[in-house]
């Protein structure tokens, strides 16, 4: 079992760029993969990123790849999303989920990212 928190998030201008932050508390966290993902209002939630235990492994959706980077620190039981070049349409709340099974079973609460133009 884990315990998520994100951090990080807030009003950035187009352009601009956050690092959002997810400290996670547990026994074996290092055994899950971590992902990140996005809920616009109105939308469906939406997938983001991942990461396996290792950090060897990560994989993005298109509408981010080469502008968001996943990477995590077992060390400080972090996962970071490093967000460049942020557009309006990533204005979010980005939620930090964790796995060791196919389905994501534990969320953060979420960190509101506002994009304006």
């Known amino acids: 079992q884990v315990q998520l928190v994100e951090s990080g998030g807030g009003l950035v201008q187009a352009g601009g760029s956050l690092r959002l932050s997810c400290a996670a508390s547990?026994?074996?966290?290092?055994?899950?993969?971590m992902g990140w993902f996005r809920q616009a209002p109105g939308k469906e939630q939406e997938f983001v990123a991942h990461?396996?235990?290792?950090?060897?492994?990560?994989a993005y959706a298109d509408t981010v790849k080469g502008r968001f980077t996943i990477s995590r620190n077992n060390a400080v039981n972090t996962v970071y999303l490093q967000m460049n070049n942020l557009k309006p349409e990533d204005t979010a709340v980005y939620y930090c989920?964790?796995?060791?099974?196919?389905?994501?079973?534990?969320w953060g609460p979420g960190t509101q990212v506002t994009v304006s133009s």
């Open positions: 989920a964790a796995r060791d099974r196919p389905q994501y079973d534990y």
């Open positions: 547990g026994r074996t966290f290092t055994s899950y993969t």
């Open positions: 990461i396996s235990w290792s950090g060897g492994n990560t």
